[in-house]
C-alpha cells in the first residue's frame, strides 16, 4: 500500500512549545502534502513541497523532506490552542490520487 | 486556491434510502475526487470524478452503490444508494487546481449518519 504512516498517533503539548509531526511513506512521489483537520470537519491545505524541495516554510509551520528516507515532518512553531487538530500528510505522484497517512492528533493545553 | 462548498453539510437518514451529495467548485479544476473518512479513520479514496463520462472507482467502490455524476468542469454529485449504518462517515469532495495544478482541495465535508 501506497498510504503513509504517521508519528506519533497522538501528541499533547503546552501552549507556546513546537509541535513536530513525522510521516512516513513506501514510494516514489511527485509532491507530499500537508493537511489539517479541525474535528468532523473538512481538511485545510496547508503546504506542499515538492520531491526536489528540502524544506519549505510557511508562518509557524515548516516542513521537511528527506527522500532518500520517504520521510517528511510538519513542525508548528509556538503553538496556540487553535492548532488544535489532527494532522494528515498525503503523498502526490503525478496525476495519481493522493495517498493519506493515517494522521496525527495534536492537543495544543491552553 | 479553489473554494469548494459541499451540501448539505449533514443529513440523518433511515436505512435503505438515498442521498445526493453536492460539490460545487469556484474555479475550473482539472480533477474533481470524492472520499469518505469513517470515524476516527484516515481518508479513502470512493472515486475519481470524470467531467462528462462514468467516475473511475477504487478497489471496494462500486457504481450501483455510489453513483457519481460530473456534468461540468466545476460540479460533481455523489449519491450514497440503499444506505445501511456502516455508510455512516463523512463524505468529501476534492479538486485538484492551484498554478501548477498539484494542490488539492477539500470541501468542508457531509456528515452522514444512517440510522
Known amino acids: 500500500s501506497q498510504q503513509g504512516e504517521e508519528d506519533p498517533q497522538a501528541l499533547s503539548i503546552q501552549e507556546g512549545e513546537n509541535a513536530t509531526m513525522n510521516c512516513s511513506y513506501k514510494?516514489?512521489?511527485?509532491?507530499l502534502q500537508w493537511y489539517r483537520q479541525n474535528s468532523g470537519r473538512g481538511l485545510v491545505h496547508l503546504i506542499l513541497?515538492?520531491?526536489?524541495?528540502r524544506e519549505k516554510h510557511s508562518g509557524r509551520l515548516r516542513v521537511t523532506l528527506d527522500t532518500s528516507k520517504k520521510s517528511s515532518s510538519l513542525l508548528i512553531t509556538a503553538s496556540r490552542a487553535a492548532d488544535t487538530a489532527s494532522y494528515f500528510c498525503?503523498?502526490?505522484?503525478?496525476?495519481?490520487?493522493?495517498?493519506f497517512g493515517t494522521g496525527t492528533r495534536l492537543t495544543v493545553i491552553p | 486556491s479553489a473554494v469548494i462548498s459541499q451540501k448539505p453539510s449533514r443529513d440523518i437518514c433511515q436505512r435503505g434510502t438515498s442521498l445526493t451529495i453536492q460539490c460545487q467548485v469556484d474555479?475550473?479544476?482539472?480533477?474533481m475526487f470524492w472520499y469518505r473518512q469513517q470515524p476516527g479513520q484516515s481518508l479513502t479514496l470512493i472515486a475519481t470524478?470524470?467531467?462528462?463520462?462514468?467516475?473511475?472507482?477504487e478497489s471496494g467502490f462500486v457504481i450501483d452503490k455510489f453513483p457519481i455524476s460530473r456534468p461540468n468542469l466545476t460540479f460533481s454529485t455523489l449519491t450514497v444508494s440503499n444506505m445501511s449504518p456502516e455508510d455512516s462517515s463523512i463524505y468529501l469532495c476534492?479538486?485538484?487546481?492551484?498554478?501548477?495544478?498539484?494542490?488539492?482541495?477539500f470541501g468542508p465535508g457531509t456528515r452522514l449518519l444512517v440510522l
Open positions: 470524478a470524470n467531467q462528462g463520462s462514468e467516475a473511475t472507482y
Open positions: 498525503a503523498t502526490g505522484l503525478g496525476a495519481n490520487n493522493l495517498f
Open positions: 476534492s479538486a485538484r487546481g492551484g498554478a501548477e495544478g498539484e494542490t488539492q482541495y
Open positions: 514510494t516514489s512521489i511527485n509532491n
Open positions: 513541497i515538492r520531491s526536489n524541495e
Open positions: 474555479s475550473q479544476v482539472t480533477m
